[in-house]
């Protein structure tokens, strides 16, 4: 086994068959030792962070299987953190892209003089690129094809891809209780250039609050799972 990458919450390895492995640690994103999703460091490690992020990423791409949403997930071992996946060729160096039902994070740090606290967006997508050294900043679709990375047409098929995941998630958080006020994907192409959704989808990489109040990464993976929380 191949070690290819090793990223701020997964190690990445190429299997024998060509598949990678994914393989989730403990490490979250966060500044200072607080937990922050929108963040680009590690923050800090927490026991069991890993395996609580795989089992939501299951579940998530079980569902999006269901929908023949297509997406890089072959399955997933929650004890030994693994997850088997096509592999997948990023659009430049990679892209985030991001969808907001309310006005929260950097959208709000962005255009708060526009934009009140948790008012609704609408599914409204953003791309970022992956780049940590700039802090991972905001490109728009005419940039995205002038410089190469992104082509109109597939904008819009990513932004449509995007709006049936994020809406996806949002109603089976709904189910529980909760309501997603922002997540970010990623995405690649595949072998036969399709693009696929890739990476992971777990508390991590969105905003879930419930009551009006932030649901941590780790207590969304019990409210959405464990049966005894079904509403
Ligand atoms: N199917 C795939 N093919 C290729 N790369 C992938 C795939 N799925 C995820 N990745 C990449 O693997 C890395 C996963 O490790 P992670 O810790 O999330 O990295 P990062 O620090 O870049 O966020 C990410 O860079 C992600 O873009
Ligand atoms: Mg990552």
Known sequence: MKQVYSGKTKDVYELENGHYLLKFKDDVTGEDGVFDPGANTVGLSIEGAGKAGLKVTQFFFEKFKEKNIPTHYVDANVDSREMTVVPATVFGEGLEVICRFRAVGSFLRRYG????EGQQLDAFVEVTLKDDERGDPPISRDALDMLGILSQEEYEELKSLTKEISHTVKEELAKKGMELYDIKLEFGR??????????????GNMRVYKDGEYIHPLELEKLLLDSSSVK
Do not use: M
């Not at 003089?113 to 009140?116: C, D």
């Not at 595949?190 to 508390?203: K, P």
């Open 113 to 116: 003089k526009y934009a009140e």
């Open 190 to 203: 595949d072998a036969d250039h399709r693009i696929i959704l890739i990476d992971e989808i777990s508390g």
